[in-house]
């Protein structure tokens, strides 16, 4: 029995390597899209699409855990067209922005990059979060509010709050060539990528179409290595981020509009009625019969819901 055992994990551990050596023989060279702008920052430049007309009231838009700007195109079209400078940008380490030699993607970090961001837009923006993105959108909200006009927060995962300590498998995937492999397995694998989507999401139907889409930039060379150093912070909840902290939430200055899928089984409906609470939001939307990403699964009903939103958000200025 100890035989088998043992046969086993050595089968597992070479089927890992395997898995990390064929991402290593992936990864290459790749120029990112032509209309892909940058934004440097302190911590690196932040790769962007930048759509609308230039005097419009910006709008930046951030993606979700393994993403980046081009699962955004419909919506950013949408709001183009209705007079928005849209900015949907790569957050570190997705997409086409730099990978951080130091791996600083923790809450605060990623704040300071899009601090940066908007400083660069002229006039404060309104900022939306998504699902894992939504944490470092409040991050900023939190800490520096006088740069937002406003926060629509999309099933936003903050974590737990009022933390206590970091989570066991956090502290795990520290461990960076546990990190490495488990990148490679289960984010960077191309066989791993629609399952994953299809996990997170209602309406199965609408995965297929944009896988295209999500893998394009996980050819980048050293993605796999880059989004291994990003995973700890995926669980972490000892990290010093503000977002986290009921306490903090319920003094935020910024207001604050939610939309929420009501099938979500990643971040549940109780979440963010949660959220909506703690922040004093104005408007908590929920969509019928989509899970934890909305804009992707009913782009239509979703456009109409994030047009209310801006819409109670900016309700009353001069």
Do not use: C
């Not at 990003?230 to 009921?246: F, V």
């Amino acid at each position: 029995m100890l035989r088998l055992a043992l046969a086993f994990l050595l089968f597992i551990l070479v089927l890992l390597l395997i898995l990390r050596a064929a991402a290593s023989l992936r990864e290459q060279d790749v120029a990112p899209p032509k209309e892909t702008m940058r934004f440097q920052t302190p911590l690196g430049g932040v790769a962007a699409r930048v759509s609308g007309p230039a005097n419009g009231p910006p709008i930046i838009l951030v993606h979700g855990t393994a993403a980046w700007s081009g699962f955004w195109s419909e919506i950013a079209t949408h709001l183009a067209q209705r007079g928005w400078r849209v900015v949907a940008i790569d957050l570190p380490p997705f997409g086409w922005s730099d990978h951080d030699a130091a791996g600083r993607y923790d809450r605060v970090s990623q704040a300071k990059r899009l601090s940066a961001v908007a400083a660069a837009l002229g006039k404060p923006p309104i900022i939306l979060g998504h699902s894992f993105g939504a944490g470092s959108v409040t991050e900023l909200a939190l800490r520096h509010p006088e740069q937002l006009r406003g926060v629509v927060l999309v099933d936003a995962a903050l974590g737990e709050l009022d933390p206590k300590s970091e989570t066991t498998t956090a502290k795990a995937l520290e461990f960076n060539p546990l990190a490495q492999v488990t990148a490679a397995a289960a984010i960077t694998n191309p066989n791993a990528v629609e399952p994953f989507l299809r996990s997170m999401i209602y309406r199965k139907d609408q995965a297929h179409k944009r896988i295209p889409v999500l893998r394009e930039p996980m050819q980048r060379s050293g993605t796999t290595s880059a989004y291994a150093a990003w995973l700890p912070n995926l669980l972490t909840k000892q990290d010093g981020a503000w977002s986290r902290e009921s306490a903090k939430l319920s003094a935020i200055e910024v207001p604050v509009a939610l939309i929420w899928g009501a099938r979500d089984s990643v971040t549940p409906l109780p979440q963010g009625q949660r959220i909506a609470a703690l922040t004093h939001a104005r408007a908590l939307r929920v969509l019928p019969s989509v899970g934890h990403i909305p804009h992707i699964e009913d782009p239509q009903r979703f456009e109409v819901a994030l047009d209310q939103s801006l819409a109670d958000l900016t309700k009353g200025e001069r």
